[in-house]
Every structure is written in C-alpha cells, then in structure tokens.
C-alpha cells in the first residue's frame, strides 16, 4: 500500500527570510509563518507574550538542519529543536511566559 500524500496548504504564512544564519520571526505581525532552509539557522522569536501560539512551517531542501531558538526553551529543555533531515515539517508551539512547548510533523 502507497503512503498517503499530504498537500500542505501554507496560504496565509508570512514567508521568512534566512539571513547570516538566522531569521526573525515578530509575533506581533503573524503567528503563521514558513521558512524554506538548506542550512542550519537561529529562529529569533520576538514580542512574544505568555498564553500565546503559532504555526512554523519548515521546508528543509536538502542534507540536514537544526534550528536553534535563541529565547525560550524547547519541550525537552534543550535551545534548539531536533536536527531535520531534508522534508517539510510543521511546528506549532504554546508560550507560557517562560517556556515553549512544541509539536512537530513531518511530511516527505
């Protein structure tokens, strides 16, 4: 039996922009947004506040990424998410204040 095929609709995601190895995600502008990557990249999260959640859709092209946070802590208590083989990923996220707590789906 063949894997069932997903069509990710990311209408409506702000589209990122990765720049000297990280890029700027402002809260206060979308909490739907996407990032197309090849390499390794800090994921700057700003104007977050407690009670807050958004979507991050991932596209990694090729080889393997990790993204790093540089506020916050993953569910796991490590600044960064997982290294990610090449795929398309969908992170969505909940902020107490302190913490983030993540989910994540990959799709080939």
């Not at 063949?2 to 995600?25: C, Y």
């Amino acid at each position: 039996m063949a894997e069932p095929k997903f069509d990710i609709q990311t209408e409506g995601f702000t589209q990122l922009t990765v720049s000297g190895g990280s890029t700027t995600w402002r809260t206060t502008d979308t909490l739907k947004t996407k990032v197309v990557a090849s390499n390794s990249f800090t994921l700057v999260i700003s104007n977050l506040q407690a009670g807050m959640s958004g979507t991050l859709y991932v596209n990694i092209t090729s080889g393997t990424s990790t993204i790093t946070l540089s506020t916050g802590k993953t569910n796991r208590g490590a600044g960064r998410i997982d290294t990610l083989s090449a795929g398309h990923y969908i992170f969505c996220f909940e902020y107490d204040g302190t913490n983030f707590f993540w989910n994540m789906a990959k799709y080939a």
